[in-house]
């Protein structure tokens, strides 16, 4: 079906084929143009304007368009576990919206009022997810008490919302004095930094402290607050590799650790393991010397034939042969790894905070 | 057996004995009764036939019922209970002759037309039918059941049904028209109690028994391990003539059937219960009530297709996709939703390994083992002592459930808990595969207060068996076994003034070794459990 990419423009073969690719950049857009969108509340976002843009004239049509495009985007995204919460999300509503009494889904003619209704339920759904922070720092900011230490890690939002809301309280001068430790992991912290300074310039003083030193600082922390990409089934959540060893960490020392979440970020998943989730992640990689030098031989060579004078590999021109392949996701390195933080049934303490927060 | 029904049979029972009057409790009890008489039979059908364990046939994996190719009965059980003075149980009624009474009367109930309200008449009249001669009348009426049986069966979509039901009529070939196989109640009945055919192809042989008379003292009738004496209430009958005359002979059947652990594991045991009701509900249709009766029979089998098969379905795919490629999947005894969730994963094309761990005495897992090994699976079957040698190797423990209690707990199979906790030690998984009709707002925190106790006879191996005999320690078989019986270590242990044996049927794991359950509504850790069960009920409500 995606074969032909000559047919002309007017065939709905490519039509097709054409949405199917602007989902993508319509979700990748949405997130660049945005720092604070969310990825569920993003790909919800950008099905909502697949919908309006769409000439669907039934209901199964729609539902059949919502559910190529959904796999087509969960396809190209590297770790689609947090977009998945939300198009299941979107997809749940429209299908509950559809078999409401009432909903008419038998008359042909009245599929024009339900398809608005549902585009502005959409948007509807999209703003009120994005006040959904601002209401987890009101509630979670009571956690920060006067004179506590608060290790945190990633670039979670959410953490730093609550974390920025606690500093204001009290109006302006910042009553509640408190003290943050982030952690900072891997290479890629610019959302880390801004988050660092966002506290800073609040009068927050903040350590910054590397992975291997979380054990080290455990001691002086009285409570652990990370964000979370999804929560599963099992009351476990998903998140940036190296949140597992600081829970485990905190329940060794015996220090609460809370997760803050939107209940759109709810996941249809039960891990069982670290390696049960449904991605690929390249966070353990054996080699021996051999395969070094072969991977260096093989950079080597890369640049020094220029392009344009040798054959591109199938993985590169992927456009000639198949245009499902263009974009394809890669597997996760370990700077993009998450990992899944088991929840304790026993104490329930994690749980409960986030049935609090959500 | 109580625990069996318990989750459906309350709502169920409230709509079946307003049309019959079935006693409450002996519906739900019949399973503790008159085990020994079918021992009788068993005994009579070992002479005929030596079959050998190995050549057992394999239950089809599709079908809802468990058989125990061996229920290793007791050594001694048959002739010390018959002569053991007992208030139900007239020394000088043999069972041979009561059972066919059984199945003589069905007819008659058929035949009034104020439907089973009216008692079925007793047997204890007069009826001169001898053990060895079945009446031509006889024979065409169980054919004729069959038949019935037969057609209720179609209307279920279970593929398995029919296949096995092909084979159960091979079986009664082969068996040359042996007139004391077809005296046993179960031969009209099994097709539609619960289609269990081979079983009585599989019944131990225990051809000692009935050559060396034990001599047994009658003073060491009751003994008893007393922390679970209250389980012992039940006694277990070794008659027919104690039973209450309005008991329909289907549901009487059933009993006969889930004591000699024919009917054996929840799930099948649910599915005989609602096909006997439906038997009964079966008579005498033209009864003004005969729509209600049409409606209640359809309930049966919408119930069984959407609670158990259907359910059944769901869980195996589901469980099926947690098995991945390369995985170990540990299983324990056998269960019916376990070993279709590996034949699922297995027919996906998953490379897998299983290892099924057994126990005594109902060698549940050698049936798994063999379907499964039938099926191309790779195999290893082990005993529970080997448990924490091949736990390394494994990568997923997968566990049916008897029930799943309110407290995020499971009932299960004596020896469970064993292994799941042996699992949970070594950071292993453990998935618990249940149907939501299994789920009970009982909670229980240990296994001692509810309970079911098995004939402490089961423990004792039948080492006149020659299969059993061959052992490390005693490696060439008896020359006759009249000489060995007196040999093994607990054959008389109704003697032993100190000797207690126990034989417990289920144990209870504790829910923070269970990692998963895996339903028909999804995947839950156990603590949702009392959650699912308000869900299910209030739409059973709805349902019935």
Known sequence: MFFVPLISSSTPVFLLADRLNSIVATYRRLLDDDPDLTMPVAAIEALVELLAQSHASTISETLDLLATSTQHLKSHIPNPISLSAGTDLFQRYIIHQLQRPGGGAHAASDFQSIRNHLLSNGRLFVSRAKQAREKIAAFGKGFVRDGTTVLTNGGSRVVGALLERAAETGGGGGSVRFRVIYVFGGSKNTEGDAVVRALREKGVPVAVIGEGAVGYAMGKVDMVIVGAEGVVENGGMISRLGTYQIGLLARAAGKPFYVVAESHKFVRLYPLSQYDLPIEQKVIDFKTSADEEEEATANAKEVDVAFAERTPRASERMEYFNREGRGKAEANGVEDAVDFTVSVPVTSEGRRANGQTS | ?544
């Open chain 2, 1 to 544: 057996m109580a625990n069996a029904i318990a989750p459906f049979s309350t709502n169920f029972r409230i709509g079946i004995t307003n049309f019959f009057w079935i006693p409450p409790h002996d519906v739900i009890k019949i399973g503790f009764v008159y085990p020994e008489l079918t021992r009788v039979e068993n005994q009579a059908q070992a002479v005929a036939e030596t079959t050998e364990p190995s050549a057992i046939p394999m239950a089809d994996p599709s079908m809802p019922t468990e058989v125990a190719p061996e229920p290793s009965a007791p050594v001694s059980s048959v002739n010390p209970t018959v002569n053991t003075p007992t208030p139900q149980a007239p020394p000088e009624v043999k069972g041979g002759k009561k059972t066919q009474q059984t199945n003589k009367k069905e007819p008659k109930t058929k035949d009034t037309k104020e439907g089973a309200g009216k008692p079925p008449k007793q047997p204890q009249g007069g009826d001169a039918v001898k053990e060895s001669g079945l009446s031509a009348k006889a024979l065409k009426e169980a054919k004729k059941a069959e038949k019935q049986a037969r057609r209720a069966q179609e209307k279920q979509t279970a593929p398995g049904p029919t296949q096995q039901h092909a084979q159960g009529k091979k079986a009664d070939g082969a068996k040359g028209g042996n007139q004391k196989e077809q005296l046993a109640p179960k031969g009209g009945h099994k097709r539609a109690g619960s289609t269990v055919t081979e079983a009585q192809r599989t019944v131990p042989i225990r051809t000692s028994n009935q050559q060396t008379p034990t001599v047994i003292e009658p003073q060491v009738e009751h003994k008893h391990v007393s922390l679970f004496r209250h389980l012992d209430g039940h006694a277990r009958r070794t008659s027919l003539s104690g039973a209450a005359s309005s008991i329909h002979p289907a549901v009487l059947t059933l009993g006969l059937q889930m004591s000699s652990y024919e009917i054996c594991g929840s799930t099948a045991r649910c599915v005989a219960t609602l096909l006997a009701f439906k038997r009964i509900t079966d008579i005498d249709i033209d009864t003004p009530e005969s729509e209600a009766k049409a409606e209640l029979c359809d309930a049966v089998d919408n119930f069984i297709r959407e609670k158990i098969t259907l359910a059944d379905k769901v869980i195996a795919s589901s469980a099926g996709d947690k098995i991945g490629n390369g995985d170990v999947v540990l299983t324990y005894a056998k269960s019916r939703i376990v070993q279709q969730a590996l034949v699922d994963a297995y027919d996906r094309g998953t490379k897998f390994r299983v290892i099924i761990i057994d126990s005594r005495p109902l060698f549940e897992g050698r049936n798994l083992a063999r379907a499964l090994a039938d099926h191309g699976l790779e195999v290893q079957y082990s005993f529970t002592h080997a448990l924490s040698y091949v736990i390394k190797d494994v990568t997923k423990v997968f566990l049916g459930a008897h029930a799943m209690l309110s407290n995020g707990r499971l009932y299960s199979r004596v020896g469970t808990a064993l292994v799941a906790m042996t699992a949970k030690s070594n950071d292993i998984p453990v998935i618990v595969c249940c149907e939501s009709i299994k789920f009970t707002e009982r909670v229980n925190l240990d296994s001692i207060v509810t309970n079911e106790l098995a004939s402490p006879d089961e423990l004792v191996l039948s080492s006149p068996d020659p299969q059993a005999a061959i052992t490390p320690s005693n490696p060439t078989p008896p020359a006759t076994p009249s000489t060995a019986a007196p040999s093994t270590g607990l054959s008389n242990w109704r003697q032993q003034p100190n000797l207690n044996l126990l034989n417990l049927m289920y144990d209870v794991t504790p829910a923070e070794y269970i990692k998963m359950v895996i339903t028909e509504f999804g995947s839950l850790p156990p603590s949702s459990v009392p959650v699912v069960h308000r869900m299910s009920t209030e739409k059973a409500e709805r349902f019935i």
